[in-house]
């Protein structure tokens, strides 16, 4: 399976702050995802990362809060803006090679905000 | 579109067996199964698609009953590696804008006891 690498893996930020989170692939995925997991809770979907357009966002999370980038098959970006402590979370993104075949999960990004 | 999943919680001794359930409304394309240890990312056991059929590995498996929309996973003699919290991700029917999207249940937090 390919080899996902989330940068930071953690981070402490001020309120009012935003922090960008990048994923990046070993190798070219025709999907990409990004979740959130808020402390002993599940796996939230945020958006799908759309290459080349605009990302499909689920109930809830909008564009202006979570912008995310997806400039080719490999990387894709998620920004949390504006931060509040309700942020703190895991967010984490995942890739899917084709229609069939598994998704798979970066190591996360352990986000706390004071 | 959250499956349910149960239990929420299991306790085992070594070499006993567990069922974990999931269940939803919607109509499924395909139902994947993680299990997360304390601190770790989600580690991808198995995907199930649409089609009604059981998978095995190793002493896990798991079947999909499409018809009810239905996925469990066995777990037999189980090991103290067995441990963690097991989600179930849940993939409706419809591609397009959809295709791929994970939905996933609350989790049940197994516990193997030596």
């Known amino acids: 399976s390919a080899v996902i690498s989330q940068k930071p893996s953690r981070d402490i930020c001020q309120r009012g702050t935003s922090l960008t989170i990048q994923c990046q692939v070993d190798?070219?995925?025709?999907?990409m995802f990004w979740y959130r997991q808020q402390p002993g809770q599940s796996l939230t979907l945020i958006a799908t990362?759309?290459?080349?357009?605009?990302?499909?966002?689920e109930s809830g999370f909008v564009i202006d809060k979570f912008p995310i980038s997806r400039p080719n098959l490999t990387f894709s970006t998620l920004t949390v803006s504006n931060m509040s402590p309700e942020d703190s979370s895991i967010y984490l993104c995942?890739?899917?090679?084709?229609?069939?075949?598994?998704?798979?999960f970066g190591d996360g990004t352990r986000l706390s905000i004071l | 579109q959250q499956p349910v999943q149960s239990p929420q919680a299991v306790i085992l001794r070594e070499g006993e067996d567990a069922v974990i359930n999931c269940s939803s409304s919607?109509?499924?394309?395909?139902v994947h199964w993680y299990r997360q240890k304390h601190g770790e990312a989600p580690v991808f056991l198995m995907i199930?698609?649409?089609?009604?059929e059981q998978k095995g590995h190793d002493k896990i498996s798991a079947s999909f009953n499409e018809k009810k929309q239905q996925s469990s996973l066995y777990l037999t003699a189980s090991q103290l590696s067995y441990s963690g919290t097991y989600f179930c991700?849940?993939?409706?029917?419809?591609?397009?804008?959809?295709?791929?999207?994970?939905?996933f249940g609350r989790g049940t937090q197994l516990t193997v006891w030596p």
């Open positions: 199930l698609l649409k089609g009604g």
């Open positions: 990362a759309n290459q080349g357009s605009e990302a499909t966002y």
């Open positions: 991700g849940t993939e409706p029917v419809g591609g397009g804008s959809t295709l791929g999207r994970l939905y």
């Open positions: 995942s890739v899917k090679g084709t229609v069939n075949q598994p998704q798979h």
């Open positions: 919607k109509a499924l394309y395909s």
């Open positions: 190798s070219q995925v025709t999907m």
